[in-house]
């Protein structure tokens, strides 16, 4: 008997051991993540929405920054799930970055980094001249001295025929 209680006595010291570690582990160990994707990295000239969304620690607000501009007001997480979601308009080539509330500075979001913009397009090159009239004029002269030769040609032909 002595024997079974001596076991049953270091296997509830152990218990209590083993539960006290676990609690106190899971309080100083606790670890924030927060990670977003973008709705398109790539957009046509002029630019778009696009809609950043991720998932960051529950119940805080989300800062998305376009090129160091915060885009206000904030996206504010979940408070079960964590997720966040937010529209931004972008016109041209941006930096995109996301960081949290004052609670989570030190939590640093990792997601794509660009949205690219395809820039307008360079306008053709130009060929000719913006005023062809003189081209005309001395085109039509040529015309009329040819068919005037050629009349001439005939008519003296036609004279020296008949002789």
């Given at each position: 008997?002595?024997?079974?209680?001596?076991?049953?006595?270091?296997?509830?010291?152990?218990?209590v051991?083993?539960?006290?570690?676990?609690?106190?582990?899971?309080?100083?160990?606790?670890?924030?993540?927060?990670?977003?994707?973008?709705?398109?990295?790539q957009?046509?000239?002029g630019?778009?929405?696009?809609?950043?969304?991720?998932?960051?620690?529950?119940?805080?607000?989300?800062?998305?920054?376009?090129?160091?501009?915060?885009?206000?007001?904030?996206?504010?997480?979940?408070?079960?799930?964590?997720?966040?979601?937010?529209?931004?308009?972008?016109?041209?080539?941006?930096?995109?970055?996301?960081?949290?509330?004052?609670n989570y500075?030190?939590?640093?979001?990792?997601?794509?980094?660009?949205?690219?913009?395809e820039?307008?397009?360079?306008?053709?090159?130009?060929?000719?001249?913006?005023?062809?009239?003189?081209?005309?004029?001395i085109?039509?002269?040529?015309?009329?001295?040819?068919?005037?030769?050629?009349?001439?040609?005939?008519?003296?032909?036609?004279?020296?025929?008949?002789?």
């Open positions: 008997m002595r024997r079974l209680m001596a076991i049953v006595g270091i296997a509830a010291i152990g218990a051991l083993v539960a006290g570690a676990a609690t106190a582990g899971a309080q100083t160990t606790a670890v924030f993540t927060c990670s977003y994707e973008l709705s398109a990295t957009l046509a000239q630019g778009g929405l696009v809609t950043v969304s991720g998932i960051a620690p529950a119940d805080t607000d989300v800062h998305v920054l376009v090129n160091g501009v915060d885009q206000l007001p904030p996206a504010h997480s979940d408070s079960v799930t964590g997720a966040f979601s937010k529209q931004v308009n972008i016109t041209t080539t941006s930096t995109i970055q996301v960081t949290l509330g004052a500075v030190t939590t640093v979001c990792t997601g794509p980094a660009s949205v690219s913009v820039a307008a397009a360079a306008a053709l090159p130009r060929t000719g001249s913006n005023d062809t009239k003189p081209f005309v004029l085109g039509g002269t040529i015309l009329v001295v040819g068919i005037a030769l050629v009349f001439a040609a005939r008519r003296r032909e036609h004279t020296h025929g008949r002789v």
